[in-house]
């Protein structure tokens, strides 16, 4: 069992920055991919940003240019730095790790909440 938890959540204005941190703890498989994946109210749940062990990335669309993910193997943490924050990106952000269907965990998840 994996256990991943989410901090740095907040209210923040429309664009300024926020920095999520994820700890990973348990039984971590080191080669798993991880990311950042948010819910807003009355929403389906969306990919916001992956890395794989190797440091590869992916983003949305929407987060492109704005956000950032990065991981540090060694403290078993990921990260989403995110700047020029809008309204739109209000949602509960959520931490996954996931190596195929048997390796998918995922963390309570942290509010964010932009205001214009």
């Known amino acids: 069992q994996v256990q991943l938890v989410e901090s740095g959540g907040g209210l923040v204005q429309a664009g300024g920055s926020l920095r999520l941190s994820c700890v990973a703890s348990g039984s971590i498989l080191s080669i798993a991919a991880m990311g950042w994946y948010r819910q807003a109210p009355g929403k389906q749940r969306e990919l916001v940003a992956t890395v794989t062990s190797g440091g590869s990335t992916n983003y949305a669309d929407s987060v492109k240019g704005r956000f950032a993910i990065s991981r540090d193997n060694a403290k078993n943490m990921v990260y989403l730095q995110m700047d020029s924050l809008k309204p739109e990106d209000t949602a509960v952000y959520y931490c996954?790790?996931?190596?195929?269907?048997?390796?998918?965990?995922w963390g309570q998840g942290t509010q964010v909440t932009v205001s214009s």
């Open positions: 996954n790790s996931k190596f195929g269907s048997w390796y998918d965990f």
